[in-house]
């Protein structure tokens, strides 16, 4: 069983930056593959970036490429999504998701785990 805490969330102007984390419960986090998705309002959840256990492998959704990072520390049980020039259309809650059939996905009946979310609000 791994629990996953987003935070980071947060209120934030067109083309500003903020950095979520997701800090994983359990001693075997190295052995998943971490996404993020997020689901804005009245849309259906969409997948936005996923990275490989050893961090080597990351892939973004078009939308975000570019302007997001994803990154991971093994050591801490924690992944990050670094998201720079914010758009409108970026506000969502963001979850992220662990995977253990995976080496990485951008589909989210491939996680087995997810969080609860944190809130991102960008104004225009």
């Known amino acids: 069983q791994v629990q996953l805490i987003e935070s980071g969330g947060g209120l934030v102007q067109a083309g500003g930056s903020l950095r979520l984390s997701c800090a994983a419960s359990?001693?075997?986090?190295?052995?998943?593959?971490m996404g993020w998705f997020r689901r804005a309002p009245g849309k259906e959840r969409e997948f936005v970036a996923t990275?490989?256990?050893?961090?080597?492998?990351?892939y973004y959704a078009d939308s975000v490429r570019g302007r997001f990072t994803i990154s991971r520390d093994n050591a801490k049980n924690t992944v990050y999504l670094q998201m720079n020039s914010l758009k409108p259309e970026d506000t969502a809650v963001y979850f992220c998701?662990?995977?253990?059939?995976?080496?990485?996905?951008?589909?989210?009946?491939?996680?087995?785990?997810w969080g609860q979310g944190t809130q991102v609000t960008v104004s225009s």
């Open positions: 998701a662990a995977g253990s059939n995976v080496p990485y996905s951008d589909l989210a009946n491939e996680y087995d785990y």
């Open positions: 359990g001693r075997t986090f190295s052995r998943y593959a």
């Open positions: 990275i490989s256990r050893s961090g080597g492998y990351s």
